[in-house]
Every structure is written in C-alpha cells, then in structure tokens.
C-alpha cells in the first residue's frame, strides 16, 4: 500500500513538472512570438505559417510513425474543419500578439472554457445547469474587466485573444464529436498535417518572406518551442488526469506576465488581477463540475 501511495504521488509531481514546464515554454514562445510581430513589425500570417512549420518539421518522426494507423478516416470532412477553427484561432492569436500586451492577451485566452460550456449546450444538447451559467456569466465579467470597453485605453485588437479563445473552443467541441469514432492518433495527424497547407493558404497575402536575419533566427526558436511545448503537454496528460492538471496550467500567467515586463515593459494594471480571479475561479469551478460528473 505505501508503494502504491508514493508511487501515485511521484506520477502526480512528475505530471504537474510536464505541466509547467509546458506553461514556461509557451510563455517564452509567446514572447519571441510578440518580438516578431509588434517589435520587428512581421506579418502575423507570415508567423503564424512559419511556427507550425517548423514545429511539423520536428513532429514528423511521431507523424511517421502514425501515418499509417492514424491517416485514414472517413470523417476527413469534420477533421477539415476543425483544423481550419484551429488555424485561424492561431492566425487571430498571433495577431493579437502584435498589438495586445502578453498578459491581457493570456489572461483573455482563458476565457475558452466558457465557449465550450455555451457550445455544448446549444450544438450538443447537453445540458448545462444554474451553477455552471452562473460560472459563465462570472467568467464572462471577469474578461469584461480585463477588456474594458468603456475605458478611453479600449482598443479593438483587444478582441482577437478572445476571438481566437472562441475559435479554439469551437475547434474543442468538433475534437469531442470526433472522439465518438475517432481515435487520439487519428486526431493529432490530422492537426498536424492540416495546419500547415491552411495556414500556408492564410499567408499567401502577406507572403513569406522574413525581412531581417533576427527574425529568421527567431521563427526558428518559435517553431522548435511550439514543438516541445506541445511535447511537454502530452507528456504531462500521458501520466496525471487533466482535473488535477488544470490548476497548473493557470501557472502560465505569471510566466507570461514577467517575461511581458522583462522584455517589453508590461505591467498589468490591478483591474487585470480582479478579472483574472474571476476568470481562474470560475474555470476551476466548471473543471470541479466536469470531474464530478
């Protein structure tokens, strides 16, 4: 019994670590990310096209391998336009990069498990009760605060972390209609080889020419963060139950809020703090419902 027990509690450390870990990386992306876009003035498509890119080029061992199991489906329609909610979910999120300080863009993103809560019942029939709406509505003024469109500093970039929140959400509830039929290597396959072409299509405007040699080395480092952040995350899920990685997944916050005001010199104003208690709480309080059945 002790055995069991410190092995449970060793497996739980260790996916919290992989959580993390994987909230650091994205942090550090998503800084390098706001380099290219608001300080070297590159096109957010061009980016966007590039970070997948690369990312693919350092899945394509996994890709590989799975290709044969995962590729074949007959559902390719529905895998088509989950990736394309996906792709421009990213598309929006890197543009948002480019004009919205790092932590009011993270603490906005958050806001996704609210989309999914109001898709599930509208485009899934399931049924969401008095206290999980009331999470929403909570979680929703949370972001309103953040936002604040009433206050003479609102800028309209502001949306495009939140729509790009929604536009992963919806990607989200597709994801579960597939997972009826579909298998986890099926899924990821599909992402993995899709985003690209889509997100190439995306940038044809813009092209995809990086002006400067900083930059080139830059997209590099994103793609191969992309790469292993999203490594990290799977490994985290792999060895601990998403309910009990949630609340280390908010960690990327601060990571995101520090690396903002090392590099760029954002200082979050305290209304951001208030918003995002609201938006964490109630997220949290959704995910209780969730594992609670």
């Known amino acids: 019994m002790t055995h069991t027990l410190t092995t449970g509690r060793s497996t739980a450390i260790t996916g919290a670590v992989w959580m993390m870990a994987a909230g650091l990386l994205f942090a550090i992306d998503n800084t390098l990310v706001q380099m290219l876009t608001m300080q070297q003035g590159q096109a957010p498509t061009t ?4 970070q997948y890119a690369i990312a693919l080029m350092f899945s394509l061992p ?26 421009a979910g990213v598309q929006m ?16 993103i958050m806001t996704s498990p609210f989309f999914v809560t109001i898709g599930a019942r509208l485009m899934l029939g399931e049924n969401v009760g008095p206290e999980r709406w009331a999470a929403v509505f909570v979680g929703f003024v949370g972001g309103m605060i953040i936002l604040s469109p009433w206050s003479d500093a609102f800028s309209w970039a502001a949306m495009l972390p939140v729509g790009a929140s929604f536009l992963w959400a919806m990607s989200s509830l597709v994801t579960k209609v597939l997972t009826r039929t579909e ?107 969730e594992a609670r059945g």
């Open 62 to 87: 996994w890709v590989v391998m799975r290709l044969r199991s995962g590729v074949f489906s007959k559902r390719w329609p529905m895998h088509i336009f989950r990736v394309a909610l996906a792709a």
């Open 93 to 108: 999120w890197v543009s948002g990069l480019a004009y919205v300080p790092i932590w009011q863009a993270i603490a906005l």
């Open 47 to 50: 980016v966007a096209f590039w």
């Open 183 to 289: 298998t986890p290597d099926s899924l990821t396959l599909y992402l993995l080889l899709l985003l690209t072409p889509i997100n190439a299509v995306l940038a044809v405007k813009s092209g995809f020419v990086l002006t400067t040699t900083d930059s080139m080395w830059l997209i590099v480092a994103t793609g191969v963060l992309t790469a292993a952040a999203n490594y990290t995350l799977v490994k985290a899920y792999s060895v601990a139950d998403a309910a009990y990685l949630q609340p280390f997944d908010h960690v990327k916050l601060p990571f995101n809020v520090l690396l903002g005001w090392a590099v760029f010199g954002f200082l979050p104003a305290g209304a951001m703090w208030i918003g995002t208690f609201l938006i964490v709480g109630a997220s949290l309080y959704l995910l209780g419902r």
